[in-house]
């Protein structure tokens, strides 16, 4: 995700060696991309989308994502990175963090039915990965990912039923 810009290269013949000797400066820059998009509904699943991603090449090389997903139902957001340490025996670490909320059964069926028998459920989830990983040669590669996460539902059952007793 980085681009190269390089000058035109200088050869010079080596007497001492009797090959040449090719040089072409190099110069990195950053790449930075920017998604958006979305679903327009006449339902309640109106969705909009925000990415960013942004990369550069060094001594490592480091990438950089955030993806953004808001909408009445659900809602996500998740940072990704990942950095490529370049050695004798390249090597990766790859991390990410994705929260998540979701809505379910919220209103009166997008107001078409006059009963509002339903009671919002909230269902949160919270997941971080980290994973290392490496080439040992061509024809192998070894990874380790560990995750961990954490749902959560929330619902108020009490004011559920109070509704209930005054609807029938």
């Known amino acids: 995700n980085t681009a190269v810009r390089s000058k035109f290269p200088t050869v010079i013949y080596n007497d001492s060696t009797q090959l040449y000797d090719v040089t072409m400066p190099l110069r990195m820059q950053p790449n930075f991309d920017i998604s958006i998009g979305g679903n327009i509904s006449s339902t309640a699943f109106n969705q909009a989308y925000i990415g960013l991603k942004y990369g550069w090449c060094g001594k490592t090389i480091q990438l950089f994502n955030l993806d953004l997903l808001l909408g009445p139902v659900y809602t996500m957001a998740r940072i990704k990175g990942r950095t490529t340490f370049i050695r004798r025996i390249p090597f990766y670490v790859d991390y ?6 979701t809505n379910t059964l919220k209103g009166n069926f997008g107001n ?12 949160f989830e919270n997941y971080l990965s980290l994973s290392v990983g490496s080439a040992f040669s061509r ?18 059952m009490a004011e559920y039923k109070d509704r209930q007793s005054t609807l029938f």
Do not use: M
């Not at 380790?144 to 929330?154: E, V």
């Open 112 to 123: 078409l039915t006059k009963v509002d028998n339903s009671e919002p459920v909230r269902v």
């Open 139 to 156: 024809r192998s590669t070894t990874n380790l990912k560990l995750n961990a996460g954490r749902n959560q539902y929330i619902y108020n």
């Open 96 to 101: 990410s963090y994705n929260f998540s909320l």
